[in-house]
């Protein structure tokens, strides 16, 4: 069974900091491409970071500098260092694997990310 297993979100005031965690099972993650995207209460889900199987690495412009996504050394997990976070941060943040062989994506079930001002 698959799972991919997001943790770290929670209620941070603005300038603070989060890691989020990405926890996979049941596929072989560091074969897949991991991306972070964001839903926020009547947006649609946006992109934040990916890296590519290779360690190619993207961010959406709104986090650059902001953010790092990275892998564990582990090699089922991934990570995404949140750092002078935003009011406008706020969302449901979810962790995806995808890949480039067969297009196979899953998702999780997302971590509540909550900026105050």
């Known amino acids: 069974q698959v799972q991919l297993v997001e943790s770290g979100g929670g209620l941070v005031q603005a300038g603070g900091s989060l890691r989020l965690s990405c926890a996979a099972s049941g596929i072989a993650f560091s074969f897949s491409a991991v991306g972070w995207y964001r839903q926020a209460p009547g947006k649609q889900r946006e992109v934040v970071a990916v890296i590519s199987r290779y360690g190619t690495i993207g961010y959406a412009d709104s986090v650059k500098g902001r953010f790092t996504i990275s892998r564990g050394s582990a090699r089922n997990t991934a990570y995404l260092q949140m750092n002078s976070l935003k009011p406008e941060d706020t969302a449901v943040y979810y962790c995806?694997?995808?890949?480039?062989?067969?297009?196979?994506?899953?998702w999780g079930q997302g971590t509540q990310v909550t900026v105050s001002s």
């Open positions: 995806n694997a995808r890949f480039s062989s067969n297009d196979d994506t899953y």
